[in-house]
T-cell receptor, first 113, second 113 residues
Framework: EAGVVQSPRYKIIEKKQPVAFWCNPI?????LYWYLQNLGQGPELLIR????????DSQLPKDRFSAERLKGVDSTLKIQPAELGDSAVYLC???????????FGQGTRLTVV | GENVEQHPSTLSVQEGDSAVIKCTYS??????FPWYKQELGKGPQLIID?????GEKKDQRIAVTLNKTAKHFSLHITETQPEDSAVYFC????????????FGQGTRLTINP
């Protein structure tokens, strides 16, 4: 069974430019999470989806960040415009539902210059 | 909200010895406690989890203990091997599963041959 797939693995952009990350969860997993991991720290939840509904986006900086999961499977996370402080690893995770364990993808390392 | 403290931040042990990592949490409603292992350049990998109706859980060389009264839980790795070297994260959730995970700051474990 394939795990959580994220792309791209690495992204370097100039500040003020837009960037998007893509995530394909484990087949059959209804819950999808986006996490932010700063260097040397634990992951922090940005948004959680139950199917196509964003049920917890309280930690998502909505002035520049947006996310979607239109058909309840794949998801994209967008930043526009990017700032230097957005440099981090963006992790996607999925679980069968919110009451089960979560499995992470390899992450996208974003560098804003 | 939930706050998870993890100690130590770095741990170095001789191959074959045991390693113990400890976490405390603040929300008495938390009832799901997973541990993740993160190798360089990879996403966090779930290695063991425990729910609040259990005091201890073991899987081969890895065990987790939970003290709900004191609000702390620990990861024990016995007979350590070089491939155990990684960053380990504890997390706590007040949902039945991963829906509201709050992570600790991580412990960098180094196994010396």
């Amino acid at each position: 069974e394939a795990g959580v797939v994220q792309s791209p693995r690495y992204k370097i952009i100039e500040k003020k430019q837009p960037v998007a990350f893509w995530c394909n969860p484990i087949s059959g997993h209804n819950t999808l999470y986006w996490y932010l991991q700063n260097l040397g720290q634990g992951p922090e939840l940005l948004i959680r989806y139950e199917n196509e509904e964003a049920v917890d986006d309280s930690q998502l900086p909505k002035d520049r960040f947006s996310a979607e999961r239109l058909k309840g499977v794949d998801s994209t996370l967008k930043i526009q415009p990017a700032e230097l402080g957005d440099s981090a690893v963006y992790l996607c995770a999925s679980s069968r539902d919110g009451n089960t364990e979560a499995f992470f993808g390899q992450g996208t390392r974003l560098t804003v210059v | 909200g939930e706050n998870v403290e993890q100690h130590p931040s770095t741990l170095s042990v001789q191959e074959g010895d045991s390693a113990v990592i400890k976490c405390t949490y603040s929300d008495s409603a938390s009832n799901y406690f997973p541990w993740y292992k993160q190798e360089l350049g990879k996403g966090p990998q779930l290695i063991i989890d425990i729910r609040s109706n259990v005091g201890e859980k073991k899987d081969q060389r890895i065990a987790v203990t939970l003290n709900k009264t004191a609000k702390h839980f620990s990861l024990h790795i016995t007979e350590t091997q070089p491939e155990d070297s990684a960053v380990y994260f504890c997390a706590a959730s007040n949902g039945q599963g991963a829906q509201k995970l709050v992570f600790g700051q991580g412990t960098r474990l180094t196994i010396n041959p």
